[in-house]
Structures are given as C-alpha cells and as structure tokens.
C-alpha cells in the first residue's frame, strides 16, 4: 500500500502526525519539507519518513497532502507538475484556495479538507469537500483517514469559506482569555479567573453536546430573568457582542477569498 505524503513539514502538519498516531494509525506517513530542520523532532514524535526529495515524495503517495501555505500552492503544485509522476488523489488544506484553482494548477482528483491543530489530541473537526473526479472509494477512503483524528463534516465547498472562518480552536482561545481578562479586571486572581472562564465555555459546551438539549432551551435555563447572568448576557448583546462577533466572521471570509487570488 502507498504512502499518505504531506508536502509540507508545518504546524498542521505535525498535529495530524501526532493525532493519527495517538489513534493507533500505523500506515506509512512520509513527509516532505524543503528545511530538513522542520522535519527532526516530527520524525522522532509522530514515527514519520522524510522523503529525500520532491519527486521522491510524489511517486510514494497513494495520496497526496498538500499541507504549506495558500500563498505558496500554485508553486508547489507546478513543481509536482514537473516531477513527471501524477498523484492518483490530492488533498489540499490551504485556506481559500478553490479546487478550481487546484485543477488548474494540477490535473487530478482534489478533495478539500479543513482539519483543526487540536487533531493533535483526537478532538479534531475536520470539512471535506469532494471535486466531481473523486472516486466513491477514494472518498471512504479520505473520511477514514481524518475520522482517526475526530468529528468529519462533508459540506458544500461554496460553505467552506464561512466555516474556516467558524470554527477555528481561536475562538475558544481568545474567548477564554477575554473572558478571563475581564473578571481578573474586577477582581480575580489570575488562576481563579481561569479556572471560572474554562468551565464557563469548555464545561457549557460539553453539556449542551452531550445532553442532545436544543442550545434555545439552555441559554433559557441558564439566563434567569433578574438574574446575574442574564443581566450579564444583556450588557454584553448591548455592547455589540453578535455585532463584534460577526464581524470577525466576514473579515476571516474576506481574508480566505483573498488567498484564492493570489
């Protein structure tokens, strides 16, 4: 059997290394990366190969990752083009670029996929989105491959835009120190104001997943009218909350277009 081959040797790329191995995934995993110093400490976590060279790389892939920056796709792609030897699947991670731009660059079978770096400790959510030449058991194929490190969603690719832009782990970060910042300002130690935001998100989150409850009817429970967290929730909304919020969104939107010009 043929090698999954990252072109690539990044974050992603080592947190998909490390989850696949985590769940047990034992298939080979070779790696190519044009800095060797990428590629030391993934080789000694994740069990990885490093491919010599590119076109090395390229004839061991029974399917091929492409795992480096948008701005950098078009170039790789040619200098696949170059090696000579098509890959019979390519799968892309960049941000923004469409796979009619894939097809362009490279004549083959593309699926788009959107993997999170929290693959890493198998609570990953990964989108994929099949080009018209992907085969039904290339499909299963792409699926099993990313259900080793969590949840997998296939949408619509004219969706993929607004869910890069959704579901990044960010959010979770940058909500937890915001919201941890804010209760330290009126009067939490450092560890305390923590410990309060994570179970405020992480523990909420959980419930709302689990409890198969419609998320309607627990921001009702949990909002008690003359309650602190209802007049919580109200100060925020008044502030521009959803507004903040949704601009964000249509900025990572605008950001991921962006990156299919280039």
């Not at 080789?43 to 701005?71: F, Q, T």
């Not at 309650?227 to 903040?244: F, H, P």
Request: charged fraction near 25%.
């Amino acid at each position: 059997m043929k090698a999954t081959v990252f072109l690539g040797g990044g974050n992603i790329t080592g947190a998909l290394a490390a989850g696949l191995r985590l769940a047990g995934y034992d298939e080979e995993i070779v790696v190519y990366d044009r800095h060797p110093e990428k590629l030391r400490a993934l080789r000694r976590k994740s069990r990885v190969e490093i491919a010599r060279d590119l076109r090395s790389a390229v004839e061991r892939a029974g399917m091929l990752v492409i795992a480096v920056r948008p701005a950098s796709v078009a170039g790789m792609l040619g200098e696949v083009a170059d090696c000579g030897v098509a890959p019979k699947l390519c799968v892309s991670l960049a941000a923004g670029i469409p796979l009619q731009n894939l097809r362009a660059w490279l004549a083959v079978p593309w699926v788009r996929a959107m993997p999170s770096p929290v693959a890493r400790v198998g609570r990953g959510l990964t989108a994929l989105s099949f080009d018209r030449g992907v085969t039904k058991s290339e499909r299963k194929h792409v699926r099993s491959f990313f259900e080793h490190i969590g949840a997998v969603l296939e949408i619509s690719e004219k969706q993929f835009d607004t869910f890069t832009a959704a579901y990044s782990s960010s959010h979770g970060y940058h909500a937890l120190a915001t919201l941890a910042k804010a209760a330290q300002e009126v009067g939490l130690d450092r560890a305390t104001a923590l410990a309060a935001a994570a179970h405020a998100l992480s523990d909420g989150i959980l419930y709302w997943s689990q409890s198969g409850r419609r998320l309607e009817d627990l921001l009702r429970e949990a909002v008690t009218p003359g309650g602190i967290a209802a007049a919580t929730m109200s100060a925020m909304d008044a502030a521009g909350y959803q507004r903040v919020v949704k601009a964000g969104i249509r900025a990572g939107v605008k950001q991921a277009r962006l990156n299919a010009r280039r």
